[in-house]
């Protein structure tokens, strides 16, 4: 009855009733097989994704392991593999990608939602750090019940439970889990965060995440009616702001709306920070986090910066920079068997640009999206883009798919 009023209160009921899979991140550990079996006992179609990092020699054992013991209790689960974590800051890179391919496999299977299982410590163990890190309210709101993560929702229906009593739902069922020693490693930041924290200074964090809650939750309304008249998104992934109107807030109003605006045209992973987009309000122009902020006609424009863009073969719903989805169409673009790239139109848009467009688009936002290319030539463009219409290329499509709510990226806490 108590995991039923988490998966209610975190907004998960709706996957029940309408017989939608369950995708659920399991990892091996105590924590997510509690999760993974709790879950099961819940009802639905659980579909588990573990993850076979490949840090340690034992990954691909601890994968397949944990693979058999979920088929053991009756739950389908899939092994996904992670690769190009690279060397440096290893934990929290591996931390990244996995929960992109996790996210990714979810949307796959069909999942609209992605069940994880970070818990009451997690959740303040990530509080302390971001506290050490002077992190503002936004950020210390933390990790949500439920919240929009790229194609999914990510819910987290134990955030209120310890990992103590997750342990005891394990023993009294007789299941076993994995141990990974990284756990352990006083080598990683939050390894010594959880094991130095003491009970007090866990409740005084509570306490700071619930005025946390209320401070960003103030601000997230503020900064959604500021945009609601100062802020114009186009079809192009760029955006049009009325400079006066952004201002007649108060500056620091004015930088919480344009690091969250910075953040979804430069496609980083996180908004820069109040200093340097202080900085960039106080020019009123420059280049920041991906992004470039011009002016024209007493308008300001921000756009994607072409720098960095990358050149990548083109495959089938290819989300490219992190910002456009390709959806293949029925033509076949380019010669037979000559392989095709997805990379900026850049300078080639000068020859591109129709001579009167409808609307004023800057040439830099039309330099930063995706072209289709073959053997250094330009075969095709994204359709319905203004400035394009006339390019006498054919055309493709790509939907705008950035996976970053500017507000309300929270659903439930």
């Known amino acids: 009855m108590e995991f039923a009023a988490l998966m209610t209160r975190c907004g998960a009921d709706f996957l029940k009733v309408l017989a939608l899979p369950v995708a659920v991140g399991v990892s091996g550990g105590a924590d997510s097989m509690a999760l993974a079996w709790l879950t099961r006992r819940w009802g639905g179609r659980v579909l588990a994704f573990t993850v076979d990092h490949g840090l340690r020699t034992e990954a691909a054992q601890e994968a397949r392991l944990t693979y058999e013991r979920l088929q053991s209790c009756g739950i389908a689960c899939r092994v996904l593999a992670l690769e190009g974590l690279g060397t440096r800051r290893l934990q929290e890179r591996a931390r990244q990608h996995r929960l992109a391919r996790l996210e990714e496999a979810a949307w796959q299977a069909g999942a609209p939602a992605l069940l994880l299982a970070h818990h009451r410590h997690d959740q303040e163990e990530t509080l302390w750090m971001r506290q050490q890190g002077g992190s503002d309210w936004p950020g210390l709101q933390v990790m949500a019940a439920s919240a929009l993560r790229g194609r999914v929702a990510v819910l987290r229906p134990l955030l209120g439970i310890s990992p103590q009593r997750l342990r005891a739902t394990l023993r009294q069922a007789g299941l076993p889990w994995c141990e990974d020693p990284s756990n352990h490693n006083r080598r990683f930041e ?11 200074q866990r409740q005084d964090l509570h306490n700071l995440r619930d005025r946390a809650l209320s401070e960003a939750g103030a601000e997230e309304r503020a900064v959604a009616g500021l945009l609601a008249v100062a802020c114009r998104w186009e079809p192009e992934g760029w ?14 109003l004015a930088v919480s709306a344009l690091r969250r605006l910075v953040r979804l045209v430069g496609g980083k992973a996180y908004p820069p920070s109040r200093q340097a987009t202080a900085a960039l309000l106080q020019r009123g122009g420059g280049s920041l986090g991906g992004a470039v902020l011009g002016a024209r006609r007493g308008r300001w424009h921000l756009v994607r910066e072409e720098r960095g863009l990358p050149a990548v073969p083109l495959t089938d719903q290819l989300l490219w920079a992190g910002r456009w989805r390709y959806v293949a169409g029925a033509e076949p673009v380019g010669e037979a068997r000559a392989p095709l790239l997805c990379a900026p139109l850049g300078p080639h848009v000068s020859r591109l640009k129709s001579p009167a467009p409808e609307a004023f688009v800057p040439r830099a ?7 289709i290319w073959q053997g250094g030539r330009l075969v095709a463009v994204p359709a319905g883009m203004r400035g394009l219409q006339e390019s006498g290329r054919p055309a493709v499509s790509f939907i705008w798919e950035s996976g970053v709510p500017v507000t309300g990226a929270r659903l439930l806490d």
């Open 190 to 200: 939050r390894v010594r965060v959880r094991q130095d924290l003491g009970a007090s």
């Open 239 to 252: 955006v049009s702001l009325a400079p006066g109107p952004l201002q007649a807030g108060g500056e620091a």
């Open 365 to 371: 936002a039309l330099a930063a999206l995706p072209g």
